[in-house]
């Protein structure tokens, strides 16, 4: 069973403009949030994280935005960039006395120049 | 501060061989995760160690075995190979749980 489900698969998105990452959970316990980006034979890179009493949070171009009603999250590159070009997957964690993370199958972004 | 090492980087081993593959965390880190990525399964756990004891267990089968030392760095091994077993082997370290997890570059084991 799939926990957490990441769209779109690919992404194609001109130099400058805003990329958007979307992730659905079902599990209710989850409260920890991070999205990470991975480029060829590296690595996944932690690039920003949230947990649910904020709605979002901001890191220089990188935006979580977190609804928990809907138990969706959501990242935006702002003023995206050819060296963002990489695989990012969203993913959870119940926290507390666990570092497992559940991830999504991830998005490759394409930032054309 | 030095990041998360794995040796080694490329594995090759031949069907129903054993593996053994090597995780130090960042310093001062407790706990260390593992993950196996393939291009069909994406990022999938492993098991969790901290100070030495096993805290989660992921869905695969025995043959997945690890551990964790003293000093945290932590082995994990697969005996009996299989094809299906080729993937990229990601350890991922946090001073403690339920915190942020720092992953290494992984080790790529090809199973022929």
């Known amino acids: 069973q799939q926990q957490v489900k990441q769209s779109p698969q690919s992404l194609i998105v001109q130099k400058g403009g805003i990329s958007i990452i979307n992730c659905a959970y079902e599990?209710?316990?989850?409260?920890?949030f991070p999205w990470y980006q991975q480029f060829p034979g590296k690595g996944p890179a932690l690039l920003i994280a949230?947990?649910?009493?904020?709605s979002e949070k901001k890191e220089g171009r990188f935006t979580i935005s977190f609804n928990k009603s809907a138990k969706q999250f959501s990242l935006h590159i702002m003023d995206s960039q050819p060296g963002d070009s990489a695989t990012y997957f969203c993913a959870a964690s119940k926290g507390g006395a666990t570092n497992k993370l559940i991830f999504g199958t991830g998005t490759l972004l394409a930032v054309q120049p | 501060k030095a990041g998360v090492t794995q040796t080694p980087r490329y594995l090759i081993k031949t069907r129903g061989q054993q593996v053994t593959l090597s995780c130090s965390p960042i310093?001062?880190?407790?706990?260390v995760s593992w993950y196996q990525q393939t291009p069909g399964q994406g990022l999938q756990f492993l098991f969790e160690y901290f100070s030495e004891t096993q805290r989660n267990k992921g869905n695969f089968p025995g043959r997945f075995s690890g551990r964790q030392f003293s000093n945290s760095r932590s082995e994990m091994n697969v005996s009996t190979l299989e094809l299906g077993d080729s993937a990229l082997y990601l350890c991922?370290?946090?001073?403690?749980?339920?915190?942020?997890?720092?992953f290494g570059q992984g080790t790529r084991l090809t199973v022929v």
């Open positions: 991922a370290s946090s001073p403690g749980q339920g915190e942020k997890a720092f």
């Open positions: 599990n209710t316990a989850f409260d920890y």
């Open positions: 310093s001062g880190h407790r706990s």
């Open positions: 949230i947990r649910p009493d904020v």
